[in-house]
Structure formats: structure tokens, C-alpha cells
């Protein structure tokens, strides 16, 4: 069996998503909310849209405790919140992975504009606040919520990871990949968040534009560049 | 005949291979540099690259002049002093197409970080420089300048431009698609720029892990999206 994974702020859109395509990928998920019986409802409805898919509601610290892997997409408004009421519940030996994005839309301002962190990334303030021997990957920020939770989309996009060790990125790039279509591309230290973050509000300016889902593609790995031409990687 | 463009740096990398492809789309170019002696030189490399392109060299101010369309490829740490040069050339109703990068290696810092400029980005720099009257559009950060060089690479990515209006917008389209295998994507405002300029050392960074000159394709537009099941825009 994969790694069950937790999802703290699972029952928001990119959360719940993410919940269930993982699901589908035979990954057991535990849906975190700051509210138990929301968790729990989310669960239910996951498992009405996932037949034979392994969800479990819990409220975030319980659903925290035990996970080898956390998975945080709450809003930027509550990133700090929710890792200082997480701080007695994550612990060493814990990888935690970073979906949050500095939207200006946090303060009531533009989707398309960010804001800046004082420590240049939303995913290095993560990293700061969790405890000794937690480790930050952060990823996703490019993946439409609406896309993940539309199970007849075929996904066909990549997802950029940053963070210090290699090994870390490599179990995250292992999870995200359990997803058919998304490919992980190791963009880097986990400073490099600090651009991998502002994509969100660059793909939500394309999609007021272009009316779409916009994702990101990055060319030049070989594989998946003129698919037209080659086989497809997957 | 297409417009002519004129290429402010371009005896530069990016703005050399930029000039090498335009003239395979019979665009006629002209290479411009501080020093107009070099601008000849290029001029002279550039035919025998392009046998049949009409390649002219030319200070950066007398380049300017004539110009519907300027392209500014210089580096970061030249910006300024560049366009401080250009006030008494650049006029009214000219196009500034500017591809400029505050890479933290113009200050000997690392090419995988920037800088902040006051402005918000290279491009809104630009757009406070420049005499009233001309427009920038802020594009072409994600194209490898090794890449568009090598003549026998088939380009398949996408471009990103920025910029207020959108009748300039598609005008700079329009240049960037006489390259096949380019396709521009509008991603808003000028103060995009923010964030597309920072894809240059996002890119940089995954071009060190791996070994390739990446560039960046946006989903979701549809044509070019799923290429192996459908056919491609181009």
C-alpha cells in the first residue's frame, strides 16, 4: 500500500481535490479541518465521489499526529494559525508539504497580486514555524482545485517542488505522481518558493484572460516536449 | 512585408538569436549595440547564419530611431544606463518590447535569485524610463537565448507577455508567432512582469538539476493541450 497521506485543510477545494485523486490512486487519505464533524462530512461526500476510496475525517491535530506525510492547503490567512495549533501535534521525522500561496486576497486585496513574507516564501515561514525536525517541501501552487475535484478532466500538467533535500522532494514527487497526468519537476531549494508561489496569482490573471484552468508545463525534460512527435512519458 | 524590429542589445545572447530567428520569418532586423562597430560585426555573423536574412548594424541610438518596434535584451545591470541613452531617440508611439531580468547576477549574486527593483519589475523600470508616448510590453524572460541560437532546435513553448494595453499586446503576439513553435500567452497587466520575470531564475534553477535549457508551456489554453490525441495549434 502507498503511504497514507494527511490533509490538513481537506475540506477546502484544492484539499478536497487532492483528496480525491489520491483516493482514486489507491492512497489512503485523512481529511483535516479545524472542525471534526466538518472533516467528517467531507469524508462522506469523498466516498460518494470515490467508490472504494479510504477517507477518514479527523480533526487537523488528530489527523496531523499520525501522518508520515501532511499535505497543508489551507488559505494564506490561516497558514500561521494552523501551524502554531499544529506545533505539540507535528513532530520530528515528519515531512510536511506546503500548498500555500501569499494572495493578496488575503487581505481583501487582488487574486492576481501577492503579498510578501517576511521570510520570502509562504513555504519558509511553514519552515520556520514547525518544530524541530519537521521538513518543508512546497508544491502544488500551479494545480487548479476545480480540475483535481473534476474527476472525468484528464490532468496533464506539471507541479514544481521545491525544498532542501533531495530525498524529501523525491517522496513528494513519488505522492504527487500517484496522480495520473502531473509530473513533479525539482525546481530547487525551498527558497526558490518564492517564485513557485507567485504562479498562482500569474495562472489566475491567465485565467480571467483566457476564461480557463490554466497549469504549467515546463519544456525541455525530454518526454513530454513535442508529444506530438514522441510517445508521451505517461 | 512584416514590420522590421529593431533589437536594442542585440549583439547580446538572447537578443542575437532572437534576430537570427525573425529574419528566418523574413522579418527584416535590426541589431543595434552601444557600440555600432560590434552592431556590424553581428550584422555580418548574423547573414551567414541566415543566408538571405536582411540584417542591418547600428548604434543603439540610430537602431532606435527609426523603430515601430524596439526590443530591449540587455542585462539588467545595463537597463537603466541603456534607456537613459535612448531618451532623446525613443518617441511617441513606439513599442518597447522589453525582455529584461533582475537577475541577482548583476550584482554578483546568484542567477537562480533577483532583485528587487523599486518599480516592481525590470519592465515597470522600463516603463517609468522611457518618454511619454511609448508603451512596453514586458515578454520573451522564458525563451533560452541558447535555444533560439541554434537553428536547427524546433522551438514548442510558449511566451509570456505583459502590458496595459491590450492592441500592443497582440502586436508583440504577432511578432513573437512569425517564430514557429512560439506561442504567446497574454498574462495581463505590466505589473505581471513582477512575477514572469522571475520565471528566468526558476528556470535557471532547473536548468542546473537538469541539464537542460527548460522553458515554460501554460495548459489549459487549449490546441496545444493532450498533443498526443489532438492535433497541435501548429
Redesign the interface.
Known amino acids: 500500500m502507498p503511504t497514507p497521506v494527511c490533509i490538513i485543510g481537506g475540506t477546502g477545494a484544492l484539499g478536497f481535490g487532492l483528496a480525491l485523486r489520491l483516493a482514486q490512486s489507491d492512497t489512503e487519505v485523512v481529511i483535516g479541518s479545524r472542525d471534526g464533524g466538518r472533516a467528517e462530512e467531507a469524508a462522506a461526500r469523498a466516498r460518494a465521489l470515490v467508490p472504494g476510496g479510504v477517507f477518514t475525517g479527523l480533526h487537523n491535530s488528530e489527523a496531523a499526529a499520525g501522518a508520515e506525510i501532511a499535505v497543508l492547503t489551507v488559505p494564506f490567512r490561516s497558514q500561521s494559525e494552523t501551524l502554531t495549533n499544529l506545533k505539540g501535534t507535528l513532530h520530528d521525522g515528519q515531512l510536511l508539504l506546503d500548498a500555500t500561496v501569499p494572495l493578496a486576497a488575503a487581505v481583501s486585496g487582488k487574486a492576481?497580486?501577492?503579498l510578501g513574507v517576511w521570510q520570502g516564501s509562504a513555504a519558509q515561514q511553514a519552515q520556520e514555524m514547525v518544530p524541530a525536525g519537521v521538513r518543508v517541501v512546497s508544491a502544488l501552487h500551479t494545480i487548479?482545485a476545480a480540475?483535481l475535484t473534476d474527476l472525468d478532466h484528464?490532468l496533464?500538467?506539471d507541479v514544481?517542488v521545491c525544498g532542501d533535500r533531495r530525498e524529501d522532494k523525491a517522496r513528494i514527487a513519488e505522492l504527487v505522481e500517484r496522480i495520473p497526468g502531473l509530473r513533479a519537476?525539482?525546481?530547487?531549494?525551498l527558497?526558490?518558493a518564492?517564485?513557485?508561489e507567485?504562479?498562482t496569482?500569474?495562472?489566475i490573471?491567465?485565467?480571467?484572460?483566457?476564461k480557463?484552468?490554466?497549469?504549467?508545463?515546463?519544456?525541455?525534460?525530454?518526454g513530454d516536449?513535442?508529444?506530438?512527435d514522441r510517445?508521451?512519458r505517461r
Open positions: 492576481t497580486r501577492s487548479s480540475l484528464r496533464d500538467e514544481l519537476v525539482d525546481c530547487g531549494r527558497e526558490m518564492r517564485i513557485v507567485q504562479l496569482p500569474l495562472l490573471s491567465i485565467n480571467v484572460r483566457h480557463t484552468h490554466a497549469g504549467i508545463k515546463i519544456t525541455g525534460l525530454g516536449d513535442h508529444a506530438g510517445p508521451a
